[in-house]
């Protein structure tokens, strides 16, 4: 660990590009229903178009505040361990941290070992030196929007874009970086709107898969009943349901 913090701190500190097209005026605001912007980047696994890399796969593109660090750590881990589910639920898995390649390439060697207990590491992570993407997708806190337009080093907060199939943003998270993430939460809120997606309903609170739906107030009971059978009214505008 000590021989792989020397090459960090040295080999791993090459000059980075500055991020010169920086304009606090145009900087995108995502919100649920925005279309995800897309880029190109140098990942783990070579360069990508986010986009086509994609496809027609529901993503969750998340980002951390460094390489080597312990909640990152954990986090990656335990996303890598729950890839064969995010897999079954049609879900492409992408991080993002704002240092190289190298150093990402010898920061799973640490969750392999640590975390996976040797497995390999599947998905790619986004070598975001540039601060490019983390422009595009406001994955900073307000001390590191103010240095991100000095050209000062930041650091990306914990920030959760869950993106369906079109391309579109259905879901945001967003964290402080000193608190880890719920990764049963992110296959809850998935499981939540394919469901939502394929039933035409509404999930209540604490739901989970195989629980009962909410049917929207805007469907009829004479439609609902066409549509779902039958169905518990507690009131007018609260009505359980199996999907």
């Given amino acids: 660990m000590f021989a792989r913090s020397i090459i960090r701190n040295s080999a791993f500190k090459a000059p980075v590009r500055r991020f010169i097209s920086f304009d606090a005026a145009s900087q995108p605001r995502i919100r649920i229903g925005s279309t995800a912007p897309n880029f190109k980047a140098p990942t783990t696994v070579g360069e990508i178009d986010f986009h086509e890399y994609l496809g027609n796969s529901w993503g969750v593109l998340f980002s951390h505040p460094a390489d080597f660090t312990p909640v990152c750590t954990t986090e990656l881990g335990a996303f890598a361990q729950l890839k064969p589910e995010f897999d079954q639920r049609n879900v492409k898995l992408i991080g993002l941290s704002a240092e190289g390649i190298p150093s990402h390439n010898e920061w799973i060697k640490d969750i392999e070992e640590v975390v996976l207990g040797g497995k390999k590491f599947t998905f790619p992570i986004i070598g975001d030196e540039s601060k490019e993407v983390a422009f595009k997708y406001d994955m900073v806190d307000e001390a590191g929007f103010k240095d991100l337009q000095k050209g000062a080093t930041i650091f990306t907060i914990r920030s959760v874009f869950i ?80 999907a």
Avoid: C, H, M
């Avoid at 199939?165 to 809120?189: D, H, I």
């Avoid at 107030?217 to 009505?239: D, I, T, W």
């Fill in 163 to 242: 993106i369906d199939p079109k391309k579109t943003v259905r879901l945001v998270l967003t964290y402080p970086a000193s608190v880890g993430r719920n990764t049963n939460e992110v296959l809850r809120v998935i499981d939540a709107l394919q469901k939502g997606d394929a039933k035409g309903i509404a999930t209540g609170v604490n739901w989970q898969a195989g629980d009962d739906v909410i049917i929207p107030p805007s469907v009829s009971n004479e439609a609902a009943k066409e549509k779902f059978g039958s169905f518990k009214e507690l009131k007018p505008y609260l009505r359980f349901t199996k």
